[in-house]
């Protein structure tokens, strides 16, 4: 363990060629809402104002969760993980965490070859 990232007490991510690092998002009671993705400025947006905002790759733009639906995720923990290039947000959402209206992007399980919802 000679990489000071995994021993220090300094937040230093571990961006990837494109300036991002991979963001998990669960809520207090650790049912997985999304993953996106966030850049710097992501993450400085997110500490300063206490919801997340994530670099949208589709967009090419900053995109605060819940900014057009009102469905915000008030953040209430941040932690990084042991090299730095992932981050894992406890939130606590403001209505749905999915574009689609479902509590969470993760709405269904793969079986098989096709798709069923979860219950």
Same mark, same amino acid.
């Given at each position: 363990?000679?990489?000071?990232?995994?021993?220090?007490?300094?937040?230093?991510?571990?961006?990837?060629?494109?300036?991002? #690092?991979?963001?998990?998002?669960?809520?207090?009671?650790? =049912? /997985?809402?999304?993953? +996106?993705?966030?850049?710097?400025? $992501?993450?400085?947006?997110?500490?300063?104002?206490?919801?997340?905002?994530?670099?949208?790759?589709?967009?090419?733009?900053?995109?605060?969760?819940?900014?057009?639906?009102?469905?915000?995720?008030?953040? #209430?923990?941040?932690?990084?993980?042991?090299?730095?290039? =992932? /981050?894992?947000?406890? +939130?606590?959402?403001?209505?749905? $965490?999915?574009?689609?209206?479902?509590?969470?992007?993760?709405?269904?399980?793969?079986?098989?070859?096709?798709?069923?919802?979860?219950?």
């Amino acid at each position: 363990m000679s990489d000071p990232r995994e021993t220090n007490l300094v937040l230093d991510p571990k961006y990837d060629a494109a300036g991002l #690092v991979t963001a998990v998002v669960t809520d207090r009671g650790g =049912a /997985l809402l999304m993953v +996106a993705h966030m850049n710097a400025e $992501a993450l400085a947006a997110t500490q300063a104002s206490g919801e997340a905002t994530f670099w949208s790759r589709s967009r090419a733009r900053l995109w605060k969760k819940g900014e057009t639906s009102g469905n915000v995720l008030r953040v #209430v923990e941040m932690r990084i993980d042991c090299d730095q290039d =992932a /981050l894992w947000i406890i +939130a606590d959402p403001a209505g749905p $965490a999915c574009h689609t209206g479902a509590t969470s992007c993760f709405y269904r399980r793969i079986v098989g070859d096709g798709l069923q919802p979860v219950a």
